[in-house]
């Protein structure tokens, strides 16, 4: 992530001029004058570059001797030439097995240091697997799920993982310290110079705490957004919210083959939709009332669970719009609480949001001159209150 943001951040992307932009861009034959910036499904850089290289795409290889920086970010990162400046490097997969005249960032789900590689400054490495085995001229510091050392450091080393070993081909000529919650494998043939200090993950531990904390906070902040958009819905369009509530009662099953249907088929006809330029703006335009329709058709469902809750406990004052907002409010509750069971919670909620969108379709389809249901949900509020009063 420090690559991507340092790759995001370069300045040298701001000077970009005449990119060269291709499925499989190589470059070969004389050195380049100036900054190099390539993206492609493919890169491979076979030429000098006298300025930075900044490249993209699914598979970036350079051989080749840069002057300047390093700046790649892709599936697959393979650098075997001399970067005579700094490193940044982000990606699926990250190999450096040359030069680097400086430091080295890098970041992906495997990050490689071979051998043959030399670094002359410090390398900060995280990822996935990081596996070090080559050489770094100053401080190494490496986090992962596991961190292999077997390459030769000239000052401190500090590791932060799940697993971490230590080679018997590694020569430290400083300190190691490495945060784990277990104690790393270090061969005898290791050879380290300075001393080795152990530490428990206290922070990791905190800084675990602390996330709870904000998981927590940010679901209700989530579930008091969902509470503000209901009550809006509400006071806005009663009636529809009224009769696709009652929808999801009476036509459970409809309402649940069409929201399923619609699930599938919307995004589907959006991405065909986009396949040329003047259907991009109408393919945008359907995934984000594609997305609104979810959030509205969750909101129907509360909607009909809050309902059933007024017609339980407040049979007599269920139609007034302070007992719907309480009973939507309990409903978004509960649902955010059954979204919380391990297995079930995740797929209950999905069918609640396909059924809430299903009912929220049909209810339009079916009175499709008045959206709203002003004519029919006045109708059908008369018929209960006149049956209330007679009861």
């Given amino acids: 992530m420090t690559a991507v943001a340092l790759l995001l951040l370069s300045p040298a992307l701001a000077g970009a001029a005449d990119p060269t932009v291709g499925q499989t861009v190589v ?30 795409g699914g598979r970036v290889v350079n051989a080749r001797r840069v002057q300047g920086n390093l700046i790649v970010a892709a599936g697959s990162v393979e650098i075997g030439g001399a970067v005579m400046r700094n ?28 051998p043959e590689a030399v670094i002359e400054g410090r390398a900060r490495l995280v990822g996935g697997e990081v ?32 697993e971490i070993e230590v080679l018997p081909t590694a020569r430290i000529k400083g ?8 104690d790393a494998r270090i061969s005898p043939k290791a050879k380290i110079q300075g001393a080795i200090t ?3 993950p206290e922070l990791p531990r905190a800084l675990a705490r602390t996330g709870a904390a904000l998981i927590t906070v940010s679901r209700l902040l989530f579930v008091a957004g969902l509470i503000v958009t209901g009550i809006a819905l509400f006071l806005l369009f009663p009636g529809f919210t009224r009769m696709a509530s009652q929808t999801v009662g009476s036509d459970p099953v409809k309402s649940l083959g069409l929201g399923a249907l619609l699930c599938v088929t919307v995004p589907v006809l959006a991405i065909l939709t986009m396949f040329t330029i003047l259907g991009i703006p109408l393919g945008l335009i359907l995934f984000l009332a594609y997305l609104a329709s979810l959030l509205v058709g969750f909101l129907v469902a ?29 409903a978004l509750g509960i649902m955010a609480l059954i979204n919380q069971l391990p297995y079930v919670g995740g797929p209950l909620m999905a069918v609640a949001v396909l059924i809430g969108l299903g009912a929220m379709s049909l209810h339009i389809w079916r009175h499709w001159d008045d959206p709203e ?4 949900a006045d109708a059908v509020l008369l018929g209960e209150r006149s049956r209330d009063s007679l009861a």
């Fill in 27 to 56: 470059r070969k034959g004389p050195a380049v004058a100036s900054d190099l910036y390539a993206f492609g499904g493919g890169v491979d850089v076979q030429a000098d570059v006298e300025g930075d290289l900044v490249a993209g």
């Fill in 87 to 114: 490193v940044r490097a982000a990606g699926g997969a990250v190999t450096i097995s040359g030069r680097v005249g400086r430091n080295v960032n890098a970041g992906g789900g495997t990050v490689v240091v071979t």
């Fill in 131 to 162: 596996r070090m085995a080559g050489t770094v001229a100053k401080k190494l510091y490496a986090a992962g799920a596991v961190v292999v050392i077997g390459g030769e450091v000239q000052e401190d080393v500090e590791l932060v993982a799940q």
């Fill in 175 to 182: 300190n190691l310290t490495y945060w784990s919650p277990r």
């Fill in 198 to 200: 152990h530490n428990l």
């Fill in 302 to 330: 509360a909607f009909f669970l809050g309902d059933v809750f007024a017609r339980a406990f407040f049979p007599r004052a269920r139609h007034s719009k302070l007992v719907r907002v309480l009973c939507l409010v309990v």
């Fill in 373 to 376: 249901g002003t004519e029919e």
